[in-house]
Each structure stands twice: as structure tokens, then as C-alpha cells.
């Protein structure tokens, strides 16, 4: 939820981003602009005038601090190559079993039309038989016709 009339607070002054300052709202997982500043460099030549106007101890819990930051989006950003790297290889390993049935789609279908192509080759066989079959039918009826014509013709003088 966003306040608006909050500021967010500023992470480390020196971390500049190309934009704007780091806020500790910002993420190095989520934010590639922040993960390029991060990676550029921790400590800035203004980091290294700070740190050379701090007694040792602080200088020394301030490195520390910027160490541990520092490992810490290192290890931050090492978890998002891996998931992406796991993203991808779930995705590598999907594209092969849809290519894997795509073949067998695509086999099956070939043998399916094969199957269609025998049936309509049947068909045709048997339309051909059917229509000789009609005209010899056509004949025999018209010849039986005359036949019987010709026997009405002589049964009536």
C-alpha cells in the first residue's frame, strides 16, 4: 500500500541508481536498473571520502555494513539467475514434449489420411460398381419394357 504523503526512505545516499537514489523499497531481484548499479560498483570515491572522515571502527562496521550488502545482492541476484535459469529449462523441457507430440500428432495424422484416402479410393470403386450396376438395371428394365410391349402388342390383335 503506497502513502502519499510518505517519503520513502533513502537506502544509502551513495548508491545511485542511473535515476534516482536506492530506496530501501527498491529490489536488486526485481529492478534491473538497481541491479546495474549495484553491480557497478559499492563503494563510490564519494563513499571512499566518507569512510576517510569516519574513525577506523566506523569505518571499519561501515565497510562491513556495505560488505554484507553487498554479498547479499550478490547472493540476491545469483537466486534470481537461478530461477530464471529454472524458468527456462521448465520451459526447454515443455517446448521438447510438445515437439514430441506435435511428431506424434503429425504422424497420426498421416496415417489418417492414408485411412481417408483408402476410404474415398473404396469409395469410388464402389460408385463406379453401383453406377454399372444402375445402367445395366436401366437396360434390363427398358428391354423388359419392350419385351413386355411387344407381348401386349401380340396377346391384342
Known sequence: ML??????????SSFLSQKDP?????????????????????ITPLDEKLLADRTDDEAI????????????????MARRLQVRGNEVQELRTQVLILQRRNRGLQQENK????LVDSYANDMRKKCSELEMNTNRLQEQQESL????????KISRP
Do not use: F, H, Y
Open 3 to 12: 502513502w502519499p504523503n510518505v517519503q520513502p526512505e533513502i537506502r544509502c
Open 22 to 42: 536506492l530506496m530501501t523499497s527498491g529490489s536488486v531481484m526485481l529492478d534491473d536498473d538497481i541491479a546495474a548499479s549495484v553491480a557497478k560498483g559499492i
Open 61 to 76: 562496521n561501515e565497510s562491513m555494513t556495505l560488505s554484507i550488502q553487498c554479498a547479499s545482492s550478490v547472493s540476491n
Open 111 to 114: 496415417e489418417l489420411k492414408k
Open 145 to 152: 419394357l419392350l419385351e413386355v410391349q411387344k407381348n401386349l
